[in-house]
């Protein structure tokens, strides 16, 4: 497998959404396999909040050899957003013009701004056609948003548990964890470790977002009717916190919720219903029975507003993770959606139960 880790360099003015500039970025990213002579086996991944570019890593069970993207037969580009902490631009990053670390400083995102940045690096890489842009959760905001800034550009849209505007009960989600950041009193000071504790506290408020009360009760429950204290759901918490500390930093968590929370594709187009209209790729959107955090209501609701789009439900105890854990189901979904061109008919895919 043809694997290569790049670094692409802005070095111009960079205007956000807000009215705020930075001075230059940079992306991380990651290409798999070989562009074909015809340039048109492009398929660009965006990741979800704390993903990085290696799609292989979290995304495994689609990306890779003997998977449906296998980069013997595509080319894949994966790249960390802007404001990550994966290689690209973030807080953590060195102002080039105070020579220290942006820290909170770093200005808000929106959506837009990390798209804009991604598509100034589809446009360093003379891609002009992409045969399928695909991401999920966050990362899914971002495709559908991008889909419609250029709607020339991608051929088909693959929006996997995902909204067109971040609801009321997501954004309640995110500021509940960004209100545990806020406690952690180092969160006021400037070093590379500000809120980590309240960092872990946040990522367990997460966890009850993106599991579902069937997958607790699957891996968590207690055996025997003895204990009284220090359950495993309590651990499996701390532990997920932990996890996430190590590898993460308050300051990015902050800067890609608020990002999230800005998701409104119909802000400045006389909104979601309209700004539908635009969308020209060919869509499959898909959601997961028991999501909590993007219900299914959310992608049924695109798939209605988009005429000849598919849609897909996967079946799966993870709720909102099961976009990550069900592979098979979405290999499937994705194959019947790509064959359903050859007969030229929207369809709706859902896993069947015995």
């Known amino acids: 497998m043809s694997t290569q880790q790049h670094t ?21 990213y990651t290409t798999y396999g070989q562009l074909n002579l015809q340039r048109n086996n492009v398929v660009w991944v965006c990741h979800a909040l704390t993903g990085n570019a290696e799609v292989t890593d979290w ?54 701004d990390i798209i804009g940045a991604f598509d100034l690096l589809r446009q360093e890489l003379e891609l002009e056609q992409v045969h399928t842009l695909i991401g999920g959760s966050l990362g899914g905001q971002q495709a559908l948003e ?4 250029k709607p020339d550009v991608f051929a088909r849209l ?17 500021e509940s964890q960004r209100m545990a950041i806020r406690q952690d009193p180092t969160w006021a000071s400037n070093s590379e470790t500000a809120g980590r504790e309240g960092l872990k506290t946040a990522r367990s408020i997460a966890m009850l977002s993106y599991r579902h009360y069937i997958s607790y009760n699957l891996s968590q429950q ?19 916190g932990d996890k996430l500390a190590k590898r993460f930093n308050a300051y990015t968590y902050w800067l890609l919720t608020k990002a999230m929370d800005s998701h409104n594709i119909g802000r400045g187009r006389g909104g979601v219903e309209k700004a539908l209209l635009h969308l020209k790729a060919k869509a499959l959107f898909v959601g997961v029975n028991t999501d909590l955090l993007f219900p299914v209501e959310e992608q049924q609701f695109l798939n209605q507003q988009v ?32 064959k359903s061109e050859t007969v030229n008919q929207p369809y709706y895919y859902e896993k069947q139960t015995v």
């Open 146 to 149: 991008w889909a419609l800034q």
């Open 59 to 112: 995304w495994g069970g689609l990306f890779g050899e003997g998977k449906l993207y296998d980069p013997e037969e595509w080319f894949i580009v994966c790249a960390n957003m802007l404001g990550g902490c994966y290689g690209s631009t973030g807080p953590l990053s060195i102002n080039p013009n105070t020579l220290k670390p942006y820290f909170h400083s770093f200005p808000q995102l929106t959506n837009r």
């Open 307 to 338: 005429p000849g789009s598919a849609f897909a439900l996967l079946h799966s105890n993870y709720g909102h993770d099961g976009f990550l854990v069900e592979t098979e189901q979405l290999t499937e979904a994705i194959r019947k959606f790509y």
């Open 158 to 174: 693959v929006h996997v548990a995902s909204n067109a505007r971040h609801s009321a009960w997501g954004i309640a989600f995110n």
């Open 8 to 28: 692409f360099h802005y070095q111009q003015e960079f205007k956000l959404e807000s009215g705020f500039s930075l001075p230059g970025f940079q992306l991380a």
């Open 222 to 240: 207690e055996p025997g009717n003895s204990i009284t204290d220090n359950y495993r759901a309590s651990s499996y918490q701390v532990y997920q």
